[in-house]
């Protein structure tokens, strides 16, 4: 058997409603700023009456900054800004644009989910629909089609992100976009490792965005555990805590640039992480029974024995923490049965759920944490659940040791992922 490549990450980039870019980001979790608020954004559109008017809103993003060419942000939806501009703030880091690098040999895996469509591009469409009063659904077909943009589709599809990075970065090797839910874009990261490994390239852009503070997402909210806890916005994001009573919705996107060591020290690439391990699992959901946390267990054996690590020398887990009261609870039983006494920060509680960008930005702030030597707290843990037996960071940063995370997301619906992250 071949030994095992040593994988780097030499390139961070991070849109999020802390900071847009890896120095304003790391600022706000110094500080232990918040991103979640009210969402007065939608004020226009009756966003007043919204059954959750708060959740964490990328804030002062000019997407003009960074979208080339120009002509195609009539091609893309906020998602695929965010992505777009998170990897080409990865690329600048990791020097690709210096063209020192093969395009057959760079290659994409990004995260994302169901886009949200802006309902005012639809208005016309349904009003041309109506009868009397009633929506008819034959008229659809004809009259609906005529009044959208011709190239209205291409603004909301899943696999866009991958193809205008691939398109702006000419990353001309394999290219790939998965949908699933909260594990979307670790296991970006994860599905790019082995695209390396299986030696069908020397680099990979991998990341995921997403979007869940938008008016089109609220007709979801049956299927999420959302937080109702307006009355102090920055508060309701409380991990792990015995007073939290739900998800907040957030949105943004992450993005790495990885490849070998080799391959990053040949062309004269700084490495600011290495990726030691990454392992998915799944839990099946039977009879409507809840999740008893078996594929979390799973993913973090797995990780670890691909890392070629014992659990004692793990330095973090950056949890899901997704602040609500099933979720939180199997997590930290799972992290508690496999990891002991770990410390754990839970980086929801500074922005909130961004859907299939959450576990990028996870990512990024715990190779963040890795390079300035502390891991940001987790906000608002005050109140200690005990069916939550975890070392949760709170009050202040933990100065690291152990220059190791493990990177946890896991969905309702069974998936879970995890990657061990350490220093250069």
Known sequence: ???????????????????????????????????????????????????VPFGGKVDDFDPKQYIRPRKSLKVMSRDIQFAFAAA????????????????????????????????????????????????????????????LFPLWMLKYLPNM????????????????????????????VAEAVRVIE????????????????????????????????????????????????????????????????????SRGAEIIARILGYTSAFEPVRNGQPLQGNAIRLAIAGALRDAELNADEIGHV???????????????AAIRQMLGDVPVTAPKSFFGNHGAGSG??????????????????TLNYEYPDPKCPINVIHGRPMKIDRPTALVLNHTQFGQAVAVVLAGP
């Open 1 to 51: 058997m071949a030994p095992k490549q040593e994988i780097v990450i030499t390139g961070t980039g991070v849109v999020s409603p802390i900071g847009i870019g890896a120095d304003a980001f790391w600022s706000a979790l110094a500080a232990g700023r918040s991103g979640i608020k009210l969402l007065e954004f939608f004020e226009e559109d009756g966003g007043g009456d919204m059954p």
């Open 88 to 147: 080409d703030m990865a690329c600048a880091e990791a020097g690709l644009h210096n063209g020192r690098i093969d395009p057959e040999r760079l290659g994409i895996v990004f995260g994302s989910e169901m886009i949200p469509c802006e309902p005012a591009e639809l208005v016309d469409a349904y009003l041309g629909c109506m009868t009397n009063g009633k929506f008819d659904f034959s008229l659809w077909g004809r009259t609906a089609m005529e009044e």
């Open 161 to 188: 992100p991958a193809c205008h990075i691939g398109i702006a970065q000419d990353a001309r090797g394999p290219n790939n976009s998965l949908t699933l839910g909260d594990v979307s874009s670790l296991s970006a």
């Open 198 to 265: 299986r030696g069908h390239a020397d680099a990979m852009i991998a990341g995921g965005a997403g979007s869940r503070v938008h008016p089109s997402m609220w007709g979801r909210n049956a299927v999420f555990d959302t937080s109702h806890h307006s009355d102090d916005p920055a508060a309701a994001a409380r991990p792990f805590d015995a007073h939290r009573d739900g998800m907040i919705c957030g949105e943004g996107a992450g993005a790495f640039v990885i490849e070998t060591r080799r391959h990053a020290e």
């Open 318 to 332: 950056n949890a899901h923490g997704n602040s609500t009261t099933l979720d939180d609870r199997i997590e930290a």
């Open 360 to 377: 990028a930005v996870e990512a990024a702030t715990s190779i963040l944490a890795l390079r300035h030597g502390e891991v940001p707290p």
